[in-house]
C-alpha cells in the first residue's frame, strides 16, 4: 500500500465499486462473532472453494462480513444484490446453494427465513420484519463490506467525510456541526457530543495543552455487545470518525480503550488501523495536509467500572480503575491530566454520516428540537442489544423515538411460546424495568429517564410473565456489588446492604420496612457516590419497586413469589387435570423426586424436589404447575 491523496479516495471508491459490480452475485457471509462460533469462516472460505471448483469464481464470489444482527438465527448469508437472505446455514449447506441459486437461479426454500408467528416465507432481507423497522447509520455497512478491506469502506462513501473537512480546513465549524446535529453520547451519560468536542477544544486553548481524543470501547453491560459489533463490522467508521474529532480539537494522538474479552473486534482494529496508516490515513501529514493525527490501542482487563470516563482514564495511565470527583471534569483534566475528549463506540461511528449528509439530516431523525438546545432531545438513531425472552434476538439500529412496543413485537417478534410480556429493562444493569403499561412509551433519553430508566449503552432485556421482579433486582444489584470499586462508602456499603436485604426477601425472610429501607438507601446511594456507577445502582430496585410493589409484598407478607423463581417460596405440584403421563417430567429430574408409570398420573415428592424447575421447562401440556 501507499500513501493515498485526497482525489485517491475518489478513484479508489471507483476502482472498488467496479470490482463488485463484475460480480453476478456476491454471498455475503455473516462473520461476527456469534456467526464465527457457528461456522462462518469456514462457510465462506468453501462457498469460493466450491465456485472455483465448478468454474464459477469469475463471476461469483464469498465475502466475510461482519455482524447482520439477527443473531438468533445465524449462521446468515445474504446473496446480493438481490438480498436473497439465508438463515442457519451449515457447511452441508454450501454446495446446495451454489449449484441451486449461482448456478441455476432457483432459490433454496428450505434455507430462507419463516415468520415465527405467522409462517410466511421471506425470500429477501427487506421483507423480513427483524430488519423493516430498522434505520442504519452507526451501521450503515453492516454485511455490506468485508471489514478488514479498507478499500470497501472506502467504496461505501469511507473516508469521504475526512476529506470534506480537511478541505474545508474549518475546524470550528466541525464543532458547530456536531452541536448542531444534537448527537448525545451513546455511552451512557448522553451528553451532547459536540458540547463536550467545543469545551475540549477551549480547555486545550486556554491551557496550552495537547488535548487527547479516547474511544470508549470497554462495553460491560451483561447481554450488551453494540460497541463490540460495531468493531468487528465496520472498524473505519470508528477510526474516521475519531480522525474527525480529532482535527475538529486540535488532537494529534487518541486511543482506543477496548475490553479484553473482544479478541474478534480487537484483531479487526488491528488490521483496520494498520492499513490506515499504510495509506495514510493515520500518522503525520494526512491526505497532504498538515493535520497529523494517531491512534493506539489499550486493553482493558474486563471491570465494569472502567467503563467510566474517569476510571478509564485512570486504567489507561496504568493506576486502578477507579473514578474521581465529577467537579474535576475529563475534558479538562483526563488522561495524563490533559484535556481529554471520550466517546464511545457507537458515537464515532455517526460522525462520518453526519459531515457528509449533514447536521441537519442528522437532527431531522428521532425527537425533539436540538436545533437551539443540543439538550433539547433525542437526535439520529440508536443501536440495540435486544436479549432475553424475545423471538428475534439480535442487534438492531432504531430511530429515536420508536416505541417499546414496536421494538418487541415488530422488530423482535414478540414473547416466544405464547408467554405475556411483563417488562424490559433497559440500559444495562443500572437501567430500569419497564411494565406493560408503558409499552407505547418513546425510547429517547428523557422518556426513560422519566421511566425511572435510562438509555445507557444501549442494552435491552425482554422479560415474560415467569419473570420474578424481586429476583431481578437481586441480580443486578448482586452484579453490581461485585463490580463495584469500592472507593466511596456510599456504593460500597449501600449497594451491599441493599443486597442483603435483597436476598432475604429472595429467601422468604422478608420483614415489614424492608422495601422502605430499599427506597431510602437507594436515594442515599444516589446522592452521594462519587461517579454514575453508584448514582445508576439503584435504577433497578426503585423502577421494580415503583412498577411491581406488590411482588415485593408478596414475598414478605404471603412469602409467596408469582414467578416461580425463588426457590424457598414455591413448590412445583403437578395438575392431575393436565398430566397424561408421559413421563417426560420425570425423566430429566436431577434427583429422582418425581414418580408415576406410563400413562398414570405423576406426583413430586417435596421432600427430595430441590425445585430445579427442569421437570416444568421438559412438561408439554404446562401440567408441572408452581405454588
Known sequence: MKRISKEDIVNISKRQNDEFNKYKNMLMVCTGTGCVSTGGISIRDKFNEVLKNKGLDSENIAIGTGCNGFCAVGPIVVVQPEGVFYQRVSLDDVEEIVESHVKNGKIVERLLHKNPVSGAINEKIDNIGFFTKQQLIALRNKGLIDPENIDHYIARDGYKALKKVLEENNPEKVVNDIIASGIRGRGGGGFPAGVKWESGRKAAIKRNEEIFVVCNADEGDPGAYMDRSIIETDPHAVIEGMLIGAYAVGSREGYIYIRKEYPLALDRLNV????????????????????????????????????????????????????????????????????????????????????????????????????????????????????????????????????????????????????????????????????????????????????????????????????????????????????????????????????????????????????????????????????????????????????????????IKEKKCVGGICKSLIQYKINEEKCIGCTACARPCPVNAITGSVKKLHIIDQDICIKCGICREACKFDAVEVF
Open 272 to 555: 483496520a488501523i494498520k492499513q490506515a496508516r499504510e495509506y495514510g490515513l493515520l500518522g503525520e501529514n494526512i491526505l497532504g495536509t498538515d493535520f497529523s493525527f494517531d491512534i493506539h490501542v489499550h486493553r482493558g482487563a474486563g471491570a465494569f467500572v472502567c467503563g467510566e470516563s474517569s476510571a478509564l482514564m485512570q486504567s489507561m495511565s496504568g493506576k486502578a480503575g477507579e473514578p474521581r470527583a465529577k467537579y474535576v471534569r475529563s475534558v479538562e483534566y483526563g488522561f495524563r491530566d490533559k484535556p481529554t475528549v471520550l466517546n464511545n463506540v457507537e458515537t464515532w461511528a455517526n460522525i462520518p454520516a453526519i459531515i457528509d449528509k449533514g447536521a441537519e439530516w442528522f437532527a431531522s431523525i428521532g425527537t425533539g428540537d436540538v436545533s437551539k438546545n443540543p439538550w433539547g432531545g433525542s437526535s439520529g438513531t440508536k443501536v440495540f442489544s435486544l436479549v432475553g425472552d424475545i423471538t428475534n434476538t439480535g442487534l438492531v439500529e432504531v430511530p429515536m423515538g420508536i416505541t417499546l412496543r414496536e421494538i418487541i413485537f415488530e422488530v423482535g417478534g414478540g414473547i416466544p411460546n405464547g408467554k405475556k410480556f411483563k417488562a424490559i429493562q433497559t440500559g444495562g444493569p443500572s437501567g430500569g424495568c419497564i411494565p406493560e403499561s408503558l409499552l407505547d412509551m418513546k425510547v429517547d433519553f428523557d422518556s426513560l429517564s422519566e421511566a425511572g430508566s435510562m438509555m445507557g449503552s444501549g442494552g435491552m432485556i425482554v422479560m415474560d410473565e415467569n419473570t420474578c421482579m424481586v429476583d431481578i433486582a437481586r441480580y443486578f444489584t448482586n452484579f453490581l456489588v461485585e463490580e463495584s470499586c469500592g472507593k466511596c462508602t456510599p456504593c460500597r456499603e449501600g449497594l451491599y446492604a441493599m443486597k442483603q436485604t435483597l436476598d432475604r426477601i429472595c429467601n422468604g425472610e422478608g420483614k415489614e420496612g424492608d422495601i422502605e429501607f430499599l427506597e431510602e438507601m437507594s436515594e442515599t446511594i444516589i446522592d452521594t457516590s462519587l461517579c454514575q456507577l453508584g448514582g445508576s445502582a439503584p435504577n433497578p430496585v426503585l423502577s421494580t419497586i415503583r412498577y411491581f410493589r406488590h411482588e415485593y409484598e408478596q414475598h
